[in-house]
């Protein structure tokens, strides 16, 4: 018989055992997958965002890293347009808000200028631009109008008050996609945080990391209270990208315990029933190499099987919630292919950690002393 059918006749003796092992391992392998992959997305997105609409540095109040703290005053903006290497400062207000009575959480409200830089990115595919003259009136990005059932010309209540949609619009950002945007200072009046703002969004016509360390120097000199931090250091700060990236490690590792636990107690089990299965091959002239590789094999066989399921549910699931009105604003059912291999690769791991201890027990076994057990 060769080596190969040995592996999988193993296997296949307690099917019920390895379908569970296999489905404890997927599980490990999907929350890795999907929880990883989507916070490092949330993450990059953050950082295409600002990276795309040219920001270099984000001036706001000291410890604001959620940009909802009780802001800059907006002619501080005039100060850091005065400085000779600013190519622009652009102030905005952010929030954070519920429509519960379509089950949606954490919507993200900016207030912006009206015809400011920040809308270059933005795309209007139905009605038009927030103007100057608008007042209680909002763009919705395409995800969050379709999840509300709004078109141009209808109403939305915001802050007790009923907004009027002006037009629909469409950012290569999954985030803005799910958010609203409010004239700023409609947004200051609504927040009563008249002449204030979140942050200012920079951009420095020296972009070298010289220069732009420079500007933050010459920035923060202006006012006390004031950080300008460059804009991948803000990024990887910011509180909730934070909390979702510990979230995410953290229920990995608990899963992937819980999966080498239940790896360990499996290839232990299965060695133990076959002891004297060992033993006769042992007696045949196998080399304790080639008992550790048999039962090592049938662990990566079955981690590599939890690793294709787990990360097949973990794609699927993530396509899922990009479609779900609740979290399709902040899910945009990519996952990279290197949380794939990340999940593979744990998969491995568990599969040998898991295996290591009863192959190397079945394999010390002498072939008169494992004949002999029961």
Same mark, same amino acid.
């Given at each position: 018989m060769r080596f190969f059918s040995i592996l999988f006749k193993n296997l296949f003796r307690r099917k019920t055992r390895s379908l569970l092992t296999i489905v404890g391992l997927a599980v490990a392998v999907e929350a890795t997958v999907a929880l990883v992959g989507v916070a490092s997305r949330f993450e990059q997105s953050y950082y295409e965002l600002y990276d795309r609409t040219g920001v270099d540095l984000v001036v706001q109040e000291s410890g604001g890293s959620q940009m909802l703290n009780r802001g800059i005053k907006e002619d501080f903006g005039q100060k850091i347009l005065e400085l000779p290497t600013v190519k622009k400062a652009v102030g905005g207000l952010v929030d954070v808000i519920a429509f519960e009575d379509y089950d949606l959480f954490m919507v993200v409200v900016n207030g912006w200028p009206p015809g400011s830089q #920040?809308?270059? @990115?933005?795309?209007?595919?139905?009605?038009?631009p927030l103007k100057p003259e608008h007042q209680n @009136?909002? /763009?919705?990005?395409k995800v969050l109008a379709a999840n509300l059932g709004k078109r141009v010309g209808d109403t939305v209540d915001m802050y007790a008050e009923p907004m009027k949609v002006v037009? =629909?619009?469409?950012?290569f950002n999954v985030y803005e996609n799910g958010a609203v945007i409010i004239p700023l200072a409609t947004l200051q009046r609504l927040m009563d945080r008249p002449t204030r703002v979140s942050a200012f969004l920079v951009e420095s016509k020296d972009r070298t990391p010289d220069g732009v360390q420079k500007l933050k120097q010459q920035i923060e000199? /202006?006012?006390?209270?004031i950080t300008?931090?460059?804009?991948?250091?803000?990024?990887g700060s910011v509180s909730h990208i934070k909390v979702s990236r510990a979230m995410a490690w953290m229920t990995s590792g608990i899963a992937f315990v819980i999966g080498?636990?239940?790896? #360990?107690?499996?290839?232990?089990? %299965?060695? @133990?029933?076959?002891?004297?299965? =060992?033993?006769t091959l042992r007696a045949m002239g196998w080399k304790k190499a080639r008992v550790v590789k048999m039962i090592l094999g049938e662990s990566l066989l /079955?981690?590599? %099987?939890? %690793?294709? /399921?787990?990360?097949?549910? %973990?794609?699927?699931i993530t396509r899922y919630f990009a479609t779900f009105p609740a979290t399709a604003g902040f899910v945009d059912g990519y996952i990279a292919p290197e949380f794939i291999g990340l999940g593979f690769l744990l998969a491995v791991v568990v599969g040998v950690a898991g295996a290591a201890y009863p192959a190397w027990w079945g394999a010390s076994l002498s072939p008169v002393e494992a #004949?002999?057990?029961k």
């Open positions: #920040l809308f270059d @990115h933005m795309k209007i595919v139905a009605g038009e @009136h909002v /763009l919705l990005g037009g =629909i619009c469409e950012s000199s /202006l006012a006390t209270g300008a931090e460059p804009m991948k250091s803000f990024v080498a636990v239940g790896m #360990l107690n499996t290839m232990a089990m %299965a060695v @133990h029933e076959r002891i004297k299965e =060992i033993g /079955l981690s590599l %099987a939890g %690793a294709v /399921l787990g990360s097949g549910a %973990a794609v699927l #004949l002999r057990k």
